[in-house]
């Protein structure tokens, strides 16, 4: 038997209740599985909960890449300030959502479509690198438009801790500290608009002390590049990474101490700008529930498999194969279980013919049959679309979003 990855706690009940009605009832409302159920309750609560405990003058910006199913971008985008996106086709997304001034654009390799896109549009984008800025000058001038650029500054530190490191090494991320402030010069000659600094040290960090450290050294750069230029940063972006806990042992960030830190060192500050934080994952991560149902049950070699109807072609991550070296169990249960079931130890796997496509290995769950309905949690970021849909042709999953804020 191996352990799996806790319940959040919105979900602990059995059988399972997602906003209030069980998981066979949503999927008679979406008609069939492989279901994603995203609860904009959670949603809500951790934009709440960011609102209480950070300073008031730190922005929330939702990364659209950690989901951006339209319902569900409908619904945040009220709630939050901004919206981060990292392609042509999230800026088309965002563009309906939000006014282009709260949009930024980040990644590298943007194309010369993409930018002209973002130019146009008025949306900032945070330049990756010299060739980028001067590409966006070149449009900009074709176009007769100022295009409205920030500077993505690869950190002279990482994020320790972080699931993802995206800065303080060499990377295709943004431009080398020691560069920055040239490009910032270069910028505010032209008569581009500078919109100021974009600071991402990495993602999926459930160290406090870590995120603390990663946040006041963006702040720490972003006021010796300000002096170095002799211009402060309209907008500084601190970057982000918070995140949730996935695996056996693992806990929730406390985000109350963060704000108090970020608070202090932001009242020693001479930035007299904005600022802003990034999330993907931890607004909406916890939210989601995927829901597969059991096609077949057998049992090889004195193992007993259940065998589902959707795994790694919707739900990559949960098969550990998605940016995790060894699998470990993502939290799963028998959805449509008794609480007081009897239990067993069991693999969950998905259709796909291949061995990577196990979403729970051996772990202990209610005795299920063919029929019932197996819950993966955690569902919420980097699901669907960032798993390979297409292969072997099984249908899309469906999506939806139910709750609403607070219930
Ligand atoms: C620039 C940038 N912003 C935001 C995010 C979102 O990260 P997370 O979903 O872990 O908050 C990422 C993730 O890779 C990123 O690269």
Aim: net charge negative; with cysteine; hydrophobic share 45%.
């Amino acid at each position: 038997m191996k352990p799996m990855g806790t319940i959040p706690a919105e979900f602990q009940q059995a059988p399972l209740q997602i906003a209030g009605q069980t998981a066979e009832h949503w999927v008679k409302v979406a008609s069939d599985t492989p279901l994603f159920v995203y609860d904009f309750g959670v949603i809500a609560a951790r934009v709440a909960q960011f609102r209480s405990a950070m300073p008031e003058r730190v922005k929330l910006h939702y990364a659209i890449k950690a989901n951006p199913f339209a319902s569900l971008l409908d619904a945040i985008a009220p709630l939050v300030d901004g919206l981060d996106v990292a392609s042509g086709g999230e800026l088309g997304i965002a563009l309906q959502r939000k006014p282009a001034a709260a949009i930024s654009f980040a990644g590298p390799g943007k194309r010369d479509d993409e930018l002209t896109a973002a130019i146009q549009a008025g949306a900032t984008i945070n330049l990756e690198s010299d060739g980028e800025w001067h590409r966006a000058c070149a449009l900009g001038d074709r176009l007769g438009i100022r295009p409205r650029v920030a500077v993505r500054v690869n950190p002279d530190f990482e994020l320790r801790g972080s699931g993802m490191r995206m800065g303080g090494r060499a990377t295709p991320f943004g431009v080398d500290a020691d560069r920055a402030a040239p490009l910032i010069d270069s910028i505010l000659a032209s008569d581009a608009d500078w919109q100021g600094l974009h600071i991402f040290a990495g993602s999926q960090t459930l160290d406090g002390t870590a995120l603390i450290d990663a946040l006041t050294g963006a702040l720490a750069l972003a006021e010796r590049l300000a002096d170095q230029v002799g211009a402060i940063p309209p907008l500084t972006n601190l970057g982000g990474g918070f995140g949730i806990p996935y695996f056996p042992g693992e806990r929730a960030i406390d985000v109350t101490p963060i704000g108090q830190a970020l608070g202090a060192a932001l009242e020693r500050s001479p930035l007299t700008g904005g600022f802003a934080i990034e999330l993907g994952r931890w607004l909406v991560g916890e939210s989601g529930v995927y829901l597969t149902r059991v096609v077949d049950r057998k049992e090889s070699r004195g193992e007993t498999f259940l065998v589902t109807d959707g795994g790694m072609n919707h739900q990559l991550a949960a098969t550990g194969n998605l940016g995790t070296v060894v699998k470990r169990n993502y939290p799963v249960a028998v959805a449509t279980a008794a609480p007081d079931a009897a239990t067993e130890t069991v693999s969950v796997v998905g259709p796909l013919c291949t061995p990577l496509d196990r979403l729970a290995d051996r772990v202990t769950l209610p005795v299920a049959q063919v029929g019932d309905l197996v819950a993966v949690f955690m569902a919420g970021a980097y699901g669907l679309t960032a798993s390979p849909a297409a292969f072997l042709g099984h249908p899309a999953p469906r999506e939806l979003l139910v709750g609403t804020p607070g219930g």
